[in-house]
């Protein structure tokens, strides 16, 4: 198999994702659905064939020492490709997610307000969430590619591996890769400090000491922005504290209450026409109130303030999906399945909420 004619062409499919691996035919992820090729299964001599021409030298005994690796693949023109390759059986087998070479626009998202509203903020901490595949890391990217039209300022990424490649537009943008360009994230954060940055990207808070360095630079005056593989906001903090040892949560509870400037938490909802799909938000912005709940660990109370706070800008994920319902953009079923309050919905769709929008 030629892996670039083979991209092309599932790019052109519109896939968000390829699988490729022994046993089967290549696979694409088309608006959240797997799709199989037409072609024939793969044997151990195509995968390993196909994958290893995406692959430096370094990167190959790099793969054979480790035995899994992320790394990323360019077709010029094309597409960038986050690439995670892997064993599988003693079988060679991987995952590309397609990256577009455009940077998205946030205006052609479909986000709310809000978001844009984010990257007015000058310090603190910001956190895009959800599971794999649910936009994350486009969200981020219309966020950033915002402030680069509109701010001059430095922004500096730390990805792993590096996504979206920005232009400068009135932002100069310092992009650095795990392995090639720096160690790992803490170390990364760390040395960007004197970088003299104004926003810093950490592609994921994915350990303590990442967290722990994140919130730091988020002190010390600056705006991070982050990912993490969380659904909610009270999920969102709750990871973040129990990241830390119990002698140590309480300070983090409040270094938290005092940087955490907003989260959303996002889904993509396959549109009722079956083409394409639409990102779902639940949006929470620290309010003093907020920020008084997390200071003292209040957090079953923050779903209440969500649902409750559309005038500062939030809104709960079941308050996205109805809306989209409403409009007629999901269907009732789609709601359904990505709401972790299915009752609530059920409710609101009997006439028990009115106007629940986005």
């Known amino acids: 198999?030629?892996?670039?004619?083979?991209?092309?062409?599932?790019?052109?499919?519109?896939?968000?994702?390829?699988?490729?691996?022994?046993?089967?035919?290549?696979?694409?992820?088309?608006?959240?659905?797997?799709?199989?090729?037409?072609?024939?299964?793969?044997?151990?001599?195509?995968?390993?064939?196909?994958?290893?021409?995406?692959?430096?030298?370094?990167?190959?005994?790099?793969?054979?020492?480790?035995?899994?690796?992320?790394?990323?693949?360019?077709?010029?023109?094309?597409?960038?490709?986050?690439?995670?390759?892997?064993?599988?059986?003693?079988?060679?087998?991987?995952?590309?997610?397609?990256?577009?070479?455009?940077?998205?626009?946030?205006?052609?998202?479909?986000?709310?307000?809000?978001?844009?509203?984010?990257?007015?903020?000058?310090?603190?901490?910001?956190?895009?969430?959800?599971?794999?595949?649910?936009?994350?890391?486009?969200?981020?990217?219309?966020?950033?590619?915002?402030?680069?039209?509109?701010?001059?300022?430095?922004?500096?990424?730390?990805?792993?591996?590096?996504?979206?490649?920005?232009?400068?537009?009135?932002?100069?943008?310092?992009?650095?890769?795990?392995?090639?360009?720096?160690?790992?994230?803490p170390n990364a954060i760390k040395y960007a400090l004197r970088q003299d940055p104004d926003i810093i990207l950490v592609g994921e808070m994915r350990d303590r000491d990442t967290i722990e360095s994140a919130l730091k630079a988020a002190e010390t005056g600056h705006l991070v922005l982050s990912t993490l593989h969380t659904n909610d906001a009270v999920q969102t903090i709750n990871r973040v504290i129990n990241a830390f040892p119990p002698h140590e949560q309480q300070t983090v509870l409040k270094q938290l209450a005092s940087v955490l400037r907003g989260t959303v938490a996002q889904r993509l909802a396959i549109k009722k026409d079956g083409v394409g799909r639409v990102p779902v938000n639940e949006i929470l912005v620290v309010t003093p109130t907020v920020r008084d709940h997390i200071f003292k660990h209040e957090l079953d109370s923050i779903y209440h303030l969500i649902t409750k706070g559309q005038q500062d800008g939030m809104q709960s994920m079941n308050q996205s999906l109805f809306g989209y319902y409403e409009q007629d953009v999901i269907g009732f079923e789609e709601a359904l399945r990505l709401s972790d309050n299915q009752q609530e919905l059920q409710q609101w769709k009997r006439g028990a909420y009115q106007g629940a929008g986005r």
């Open 1 to 185: 198999m030629n892996i670039d004619e083979f991209l092309r062409v599932a790019v052109k499919k519109r896939a968000s994702d390829i699988h490729i691996r022994v046993g089967c035919p290549p696979m694409l992820r088309i608006d959240g659905r797997i799709v199989p090729t037409e072609m024939r299964p793969m044997t151990p001599a195509d995968t390993k064939r196909t994958l290893y021409s995406m692959l430096s030298n370094a990167q190959r005994e790099a793969f054979e020492r480790n035995q899994e690796m992320d790394v990323s693949f360019m077709i010029s023109g094309l597409a960038r490709f986050r690439v995670n390759i892997f064993l599988e059986q003693g079988h060679v087998g991987a995952v590309l997610r397609v990256i577009p070479i455009n940077v998205p626009n946030i205006e052609n998202l479909g986000l709310p307000l809000q978001i844009k509203n984010f990257t007015k903020e000058r310090t603190g901490l910001i956190m895009v969430t959800g599971p794999t595949g649910s936009g994350k890391t486009t969200t981020l990217a219309g966020m950033i590619d915002y402030i680069n039209a509109n701010q001059d300022v430095h922004i500096i990424t730390i990805e792993d591996p590096i996504e979206f490649v920005y232009r400068n537009k009135k932002s100069v943008i310092t992009q650095r890769e795990l392995v090639n360009d720096t160690s790992s994230f």
